[in-house]
């Protein structure tokens, strides 16, 4: 139902108004509407397919400026439970937002703000602010990197994530112990979400555990050099800048920006010195016959000669004639070969500067990078994380005026501003050496068309290199992963979305990661006194959702991981759950049902304001 500026669902209560509509808002949506939480839509020019989308939902649509009280009062903001300002542009989010908290203090306020100084700012009034990007550039990175292991941080206290390979047939009891399982995933198989620790598992099926690092280590399921964030691992692997800095790193950068042209000059004017050397340490003589120069003073004389230097101490003066034919040749060979050298030296140190100057370093010799496809928000906050993991990294970037790549080359990452679905393209990022490909533009047909291009440049490296696909919708994703084979299929909305609708719920969000083709979330809830977990055994909640850690309301000193399934939920403890997020929010729902709505169909509309929707 499409309605203009009214009062129909002012006095709605317990409800959740999404300002937006296109990108992360619409997901937000789906995933209120797929949970039962009541919500309404207010866009300034809401896009008509997508009006239908959540007209076919059942969801109301108000069309009307977001930054009037007038449009957000008729939205029923005296009602609402929060309100997700999830807008494209971050001016409109800001304004919505700093309005929301100025006529509502004691509303939830959540805004998608990309810039990082504005959403510090933002968060001192009271406003939970969420970065897209962000939240979903480590499901991308973990994708690209496969170490198989996620941080999560559960009360100040250090979890991972860890997937493992079952080594024998048995149950997850009888295999690991205490450590919670999160997931299993037979080869070829669908994933079984937070499994009972007496499901039983074959040898070669993958299986998710969370624990602490010490518990995982001791169970065989993680060694210490497998922990991305532990000391070790931060001293085996120094930071990209770092290693640049030092003489070899200099030296490497150098020998990469080399071609095969500047090789063969260097080793002709070695061949003609190492040569000359020979000939005078053996047939020159010094102060009449019988002396011959030294070695050192051979070297000396011969380079003194290649490099037209003059002869002040020593000369083919009195030399046999062959001899003087052989110096005459030296010095026209070695002065072609030494300038030739120097010319093919120069060259290369002034292209360099002009192709950083223009984004286009050639990448020579690399091995074991990151190509990293697409350069807006979420694919710059990609470059980022893989760089701070010490990881090399190649950017290839379409549009030579993106805001990001002045950030991009200060962090010293290559960058070529080309088509990435052209195999030319791709070959000269030596797609053929990479470790991993993440495809991050904003477009999905862009994304899939570079991926199968991507595909097919791979060949027989296709199943052993992560190639990371950005779809935005997630039906789709799942269709291209089905159909093409792709693996690692991400919608960063789908990724995002949880975390807006958690934070606007009261639900808080810590985590979102992958089993298999599953996205899972870790949160924190609050128990609710006198709500519907009040009293609850933690084995009553649903089979898709378990309870990693609680920290009680009495004992704010402890924190029990795992608890037992017999233990009961009290008043105020803090209770970590983990699994899909739509069974987190029916879980939250539970413990904090959301009031009654009226029927709009049943208000009074005397100004006409309601209208079916039209095409």
């Known amino acids: 139902?499409?309605?203009?500026?009214?009062?129909?669902?002012?006095?709605?209560?317990?409800?959740?108004?999404?300002?937006?509509?296109?990108?992360?808002?619409?997901?937000?949506?789906?995933?209120?509407?797929?949970?039962?939480?009541?919500?309404?839509?207010?866009?300034?020019?809401?896009?008509?397919?997508?009006?239908?989308?959540?007209?076919?939902?059942?969801?109301?649509?108000?069309?009307?400026?977001?930054?009037?009280?007038?449009?957000?009062?008729?939205?029923?903001?005296?009602?609402?439970?929060?309100?997700?300002?999830?807008?494209?542009?971050?001016?409109?989010?800001?304004?919505?937002?700093?309005?929301?908290?100025?006529?509502?203090?004691?509303?939830?306020?959540?805004?998608?703000?990309?810039?990082?100084?504005?959403?510090?700012?933002?968060?001192?009034?009271?406003?939970?602010?969420?970065?897209?990007?962000?939240?979903?550039?480590?499901?991308?990175?973990?994708?690209?990197?496969?170490?198989?292991?996620?941080?999560?941080?559960?009360?100040?206290?250090?979890?991972?994530?860890?997937?493992?390979?079952?080594?024998?047939?048995?149950?997850?009891?009888?295999?690991?112990?205490?450590?919670?399982?999160?997931?299993?995933?037979?080869?070829?198989?669908?994933?079984?979400?937070?499994?009972?620790?007496?499901?039983?598992?074959?040898?070669?099926?993958?299986?998710?555990?969370?624990?602490?690092?010490?518990?995982?280590?001791?169970?065989?399921?993680?060694?210490?050099?497998?922990?991305?964030?532990?000391?070790?691992?931060?001293?085996?692997?120094?930071?990209?800048?770092?290693?640049?800095?030092?003489?070899?790193?200099?030296?490497?950068?150098?020998?990469?920006?080399?071609?095969?042209?500047?090789?063969?000059?260097?080793?002709?004017?070695?061949?003609?010195?190492?040569?000359?050397?020979?000939?005078?340490?053996?047939?020159?003589?010094?102060?009449?016959?019988?002396?011959?120069?030294?070695?050192?003073?051979?070297v000396y004389f011969t380079v003194e000669t290649v490099t037209t230097v003059g002869y002040g101490d020593f000369t083919f003066r009195g030399e046999p004639a062959w001899l003087m034919v052989f110096a005459i040749a030296l010095m026209i060979s070695g002065a072609l070969f030494v300038a030739v050298f120097f010319a093919l030296l120069t060259n290369i140190l002034v292209s360099r500067r002009i192709e950083e100057s223009f984004g286009r370093r050639k990448i020579t010799g690399l091995r074991g990078h990151v190509l990293v496809i697409g350069l807006g928000t979420v694919g710059w906050r990609v470059v980022q994380q893989l760089h701070a993991a010490g990881r090399e990294v190649v950017v290839v970037e379409q549009n030579e005026h993106n805001r990001h790549l002045g950030q991009v080359r200060a962090l010293d990452v290559p960058i070529v501003i080309a088509d990435a679905t052209v195999p030319e393209v791709l070959a000269s990022v030596r797609l053929a050496a990479a470790s991993a490909v993440a495809v991050l533009t904003s477009d999905d047909l862009a994304n899939l068309e570079t991926g199968l291009a991507v595909r097919d440049q791979l060949e027989a490296r296709w199943r052993s290199t992560p190639v990371v696909l950005r779809i935005f919708d997630p039906q789709l994703a799942h269709s291209v992963r089905d159909t093409f084979g792709f693996r690692n299929v991400r919608s960063t909305a789908a990724l995002a979305a949880p975390w807006f609708v958690g934070a606007a719920l009261g639900l808080d969000v810590l985590s979102t990661f992958y089993a298999g083709d599953e996205p899972l979330l870790v949160a924190r809830l609050t128990v609710t006194p006198g709500g519907g977990l009040h009293g609850l055994r933690m084995d009553a909640l649903t089979g898709s959702t378990r309870v990693l850690a609680l920290r009680r309301a009495a004992d704010r000193e402890i924190l029990y991981h795992p608890p037992r399934r017999s233990t009961r939920f009290e008043p105020a403890d803090e209770a970590y759950l983990i699994g899909p997020y739509d069974e987190l929010l029916t879980v939250l729902r539970r413990d904090r049902p959301s009031p009654a709505l009226p029927d709009p169909e049943d208000s009074a509309d005397p100004a006409g304001l309601t209208q079916p929707e039209t095409g």
């Open 1 to 298: 139902m499409l309605s203009r500026v009214g009062d129909v669902y002012a006095s709605w209560h317990g409800h959740v108004i999404v300002c937006g509509l296109e990108g992360v808002a619409l997901r937000i949506v789906e995933q209120l509407t797929l949970s039962g939480v009541p919500a309404v839509v207010v866009d300034d020019d809401p896009d008509a397919p997508l009006a239908r989308i959540i007209g076919d939902w059942g969801v109301p649509l108000i069309a009307g400026p977001t930054r009037a009280a007038e449009t957000l009062m008729s939205a029923g903001l005296a009602g609402a439970i929060a309100v997700i300002c999830a807008q494209h542009d971050d001016l409109r989010t800001l304004e919505t937002a700093l309005l929301t908290r100025r006529l509502r203090a004691d509303v939830r306020v959540v805004a998608q703000l990309t810039n990082p100084a504005v959403g510090r700012a933002v968060k001192e009034a009271g406003v939970a602010v969420l970065d897209v990007a962000g939240l979903s550039a480590p499901s991308v990175v973990e994708a690209c990197l496969r170490e198989g292991v996620q941080e999560l941080i559960l009360s100040g206290e250090r979890f991972l994530a860890a997937r493992t390979i079952a080594p024998r047939p048995g149950t997850l009891r009888e295999l690991y112990g205490a450590l919670a399982p999160v997931a299993v995933q037979p080869p070829g198989g669908e994933v079984q979400v937070c499994p009972g620790r007496d499901t039983r598992v074959e040898p070669g099926d993958e299986v998710t555990l969370i624990g602490t690092p010490a518990e995982l280590t001791a169970a065989s399921v993680l060694s210490q050099n497998q922990d991305p964030h532990g000391e070790r691992s931060r001293a085996c692997v120094p930071p990209l800048a770092a290693r640049a800095r030092t003489l070899p790193g200099l030296v490497l950068s150098l020998a990469r920006a080399a071609d095969r042209r500047l090789a063969v000059a260097l080793g002709a004017l070695l061949a003609v010195l190492v040569t000359a050397t020979a000939v005078l340490r053996l047939t020159y003589r010094y102060a009449g016959p019988g002396h011959h120069i030294s070695l050192l003073d051979s």
